[in-house]
């Protein structure tokens, strides 16, 4: 349920005093509004049931059915409201909610005698907390998700979960928000979101930023209900209380931000491209299919990064075939024939999933991970060659393999891509005709062997964070060394200046992939080396199209300082 500020207005007579709160930048923009607090779900927890097992799991059924019906009604909301890709949030819970993992947990805790409701919410919670330990922020955000369809088969079961939308414009102030609670409470004006969990990788966020709404995720202390507020979600700041000085700055920076606004609209449909008229594509990043919508929405000339991983980690078993297919297919026909480079199966590392019994490593970080994994695991490794070729068929694709350091990887991957393409051939499943592939440079070997490797692929991608991370032997993780962490350290930039020049003289293009894309500072290098590519995310792109119009390649220099 929620609640308005009826009787939360604040003391009379004190004296005017704003609060900072600090929070992560989840959506940007600004907003000034009185808070809506959203209250927490609560659920009944009743652990012990009297009931017999069999009825348990009847109701069990009975609430996954239900909230199936749900969430494929929040899906048609989604597509009507924030877009195909954006329905697909709904989609992508409606087969968690259906994840061995997630209801063989459930069912097996209620024939221990536990009540469906208490089953689900501490089966959801394990997964969730098993999310929370990835330091890959993308699948960390997915604990949420699964918090989400626990409370929401919790719901079911219970009768609880009706939301009070807000009659006015508000912001709404919340422990945690799920995409089903934003879609239905935005009908009533949401100006912008504070959330005391959550990340700007959530599925809440996510969404904010395709509706358009500022958010702040992971403050450190929520507003009261009838307070007015400043959110500000590109600094991720709230200010409660603001003074009169503070609305009048803020109210300031909103109408250049409008302005702003307009002016990156007119560089979202147009090509990425210098002042001197040097072309140099602007694709985004993205890590599931439901951000294609941002992408298109902010004029995205293609996805130079897809990772796959999600389709893979929290689960009990790998995903079909057929699911990949349907993945990729999905974000290909969203795309309308602008390319997508797919990254294969990058886990290990961060990114560990139990179905495959992996050892512990001592340093997993330089360990048996990305290509390395997929090598070794070949049946895997197959499965989603032929699901990425079928798929294929829907689009302009490209397929990357990650974390490449020799020759004779990039021939193994490529020969077990062949092979799967003429089984397919032979079962006469179409197929695109020619697919690109491509590597990641994400080494000094394979930046200092890219000579020899731009002569078996059709294009490179430079993943900066980890060749800038393997390069200067900093954990840009790690506080005590974080400062070391630069990109345009000499090395790294030697590193990338040698691999650009081998890729041109090759006849292929180079690409960069990873934050330095998008930072000011580096792009001048990039107009200098003759770049082919910035792969950014969405938000970014009409800032990095509006900086490079403003740059004469002819003149750029190339930073490379200590």
Known sequence: MGKNWGGRTPD????????????????????????????????DRREKSA???????????????????????????????????QAEIFQVHAMLLREESFLGEARERIKAGETAEHAALAAGERLARMFETLDDDYMKARAADFRDIAAGVADCLTGGGGETVPEGPVILAADELTPNQLLKLSHGRILALVTRRGSAMSHASI????????????????????????VDGTAGLVIWSPTAAEKADYGGQIARQAEEKVRRAAFRDKPGRTADGRRIETACNIAAPEEVSAVLEQGGEGIGLFRSEFLFIGRTDPPSEEEQEAAYSSVL??????????????????????YFNGKEEENPALGERAIRFALSHEEVFRTQLRALLRASAAG???????????????????????????ALRREKVPMAERIEVGIMIETPAAALLSGRLAELVDFFSIGTNDLTQYTLAVDRGNQ????????????????IRRTVENAHAHGIWVGICGESASDRRLLETYAALGVDELSVSPAQTARVKEALAGLDSRRCRILDHV
């Open 396 to 422: 302009q694709m490209a397929v990357m393999f990650p974390l490449i350091v020799s020759e004779n990887e990039v021939r193994r991957a490529r020969a077990l891509l062949e092979e799967e393409r003429e």
């Open 12 to 43: 009379a007579g004190r004296m005017v005093r704003s609060t900072v709160i600090h929070g992560i930048a989840a959506s940007e923009g600004c907003a000034i509004g009185r808070v809506f607090e959203v209250e927490e779900r609560r659920t």
């Open 333 to 354: 026909r969203a795309m309308g024939g602008k390319r997508v480079v797919i990254r294969t199966l990058d886990i290990g590392a961060d990114k560990q999933v139990p």
């Open 480 to 495: 005590r060394v974080a400062g070391l962490y630069d990109t345009a350290h000499p090395a790294v930039v030697g590193l």
């Open 51 to 85: 009931l017999t097992p069999e009825e348990e799991l009847a109701r069990l059924d009975r609430a996954v059915e239900d909230l199936s019906a749900d969430l494929a009604a929040a899906g048609e909301d989604a597509r009507r409201t924030a877009g195909e890709a």
């Open 207 to 230: 969404l904010a930023r395709s509706l358009g709404i500022p958010a702040v995720a992971g403050a450190a202390e929520l507003p009261r209900g009838g307070e007015e507020a400043v």
